[in-house]
């Protein structure tokens, strides 16, 4: 048996040790389940690591007028704040430089720091990563962000107080951090065609809030010892998610010994009903050594981001997500912050019992990303039913900031309600929408555009991320009717922006097409499971 030293370039060291070991490669099948496990894996380390610095944010800048403490009890989820008495529990007047009357300004800044980098490093992030190799392109941002989001924990054991430092921390973080989803998305979409991508996204997609939890747990947990342990320990676990990727991520089909035609998109469907006969390269079957072109990362052209702009719906979907991600983006940032500055019940819950609620939105934002995705499937219609979640987001907010302070059963169920709406239309463009258009017709095939698109789409969403938390930071002081009022407003201009698509889909539906500038409907066809090998 022997393969070129091209073939052996594509194929991750994790892998084959795996083939040495076992004596025989893995099915097309098996390969689908690595890949979905591997980029699950990845993206939750990513958003792991961006959840510490809304679970510090009481600790940096604790209320003068409610005092601040910690519970020691970490499975309780309420646990009334400590006041006095209890030395190893209470803290101090706050951080320099964030704990003066700007303090909470001051932490809108770092989040937009971190996201202005994010969302302007996406753009560049894409495009590389549709010429570059995924695997090692993935691997270097997820270890740079360990690495920069530990040096912003350091400040507490180094005893900086200059809010230089932070800032250039986290905006250094941001740029790491641009390379993981348009990467992650382009992978999904080189294995994967088109029937059930909804729901099988949807269902991946629970990555970001199984992230946001476990980032909430992690620096809960280990917030007696010193807010630094908050950032340090996510980094390690980025760090280490980026090995996890070197050495078992096979980003492309073709990497690992998958045949498809040079000038055409993967339909691995057709192809797994011969994968065993003829699409593993230099492997002995039916008693011959099949020899087949490599057809990897350098054999297709990359588009350019302006000739991605130009395929119909990423402006639209784009710009909704601008607005729907600044909404989630401001829980994500500010949720725990809010929870431990409000009463609920008629007490106040302390800093850690807030981080650990705050995953209960999550928890409502997994099942509303994979039921956002089953709907667009079943509908055959992605715009009609984003714009339907992000309506229903706007009442679940309103009857959220209104009676979640009632009880903290009320609290725990609108949470989660906001959350299912407010995740859902979220997930299902930054996935299956953005996958459907990296791969959308106009392109012939003959262009990779998976991660340019997603860049496009999500790096616009990202802009909006960032003045999400920025703009909370100065409404909050205003009072939190202010900051629930503008979420509200941004929810519903993401619905309107999209009404154009919703009618064009309905239109469609009813066998009376509406031509709207050349625009589409983005359903994907579910006629074909995307993990069988039938």
Known sequence: ????SDTMRGIPPGILLIRSIRGKDWSLSTYRYVILLVTFIAYTCYHASRKPSSIVKSVLYPDPNKGNGLDPLFGKVFVKREFEGNENYRLDKG???FNGTDGTSK???IDLAFLACYSLGMYVAGHLGDTLDLRLFLTTGMIGSGIFVALFGMGYFWNIHVFGYYLGMQMIAGLFQATGWPSVVAVIGNWFGKGKRGLIMGIWNAHT???????????ASVLDYGWGWCFIVPGAFIAVGGLIVFFFLAAYPEDIGFSFPPNSAPNLEAAADDEEANIKKGFIVEGETKTVRRIGSVSRTSIGLIQACTIPGVIPFAMCLFFSKLVAYTFLY?????LSQTEIGGEYVSVKSAGNLSTLFDVGGIVGGILAGYISDKLNARATTAAGFMSFAIPAMLLYRKYGS?????????????GLFINGPYALITTAVSADLGTHSSLRGDSRALATVTAIIDGTGSVGAAFGPLLTGFLSTKGWDAVFVMLMICALIATLLLSRLVIAEISEKMCKPVPVSGEQSFGAPASQPLLSDQ
């Open 1 to 4: 048996m022997s393969q070129n």
């Open 334 to 338: 500010w949720l725990p912050f809010y």
């Open 209 to 219: 809030s199984v992230g946001n939890i476990s980032g909430s747990l992690l620096a």
């Open 406 to 418: 009632i009880s903290h059963n009320a609290n725990i169920a609108l949470m989660m309600v906001a």
């Open 95 to 97: 951080w320099a430089p």
């Open 107 to 109: 932490l809108g800044e």
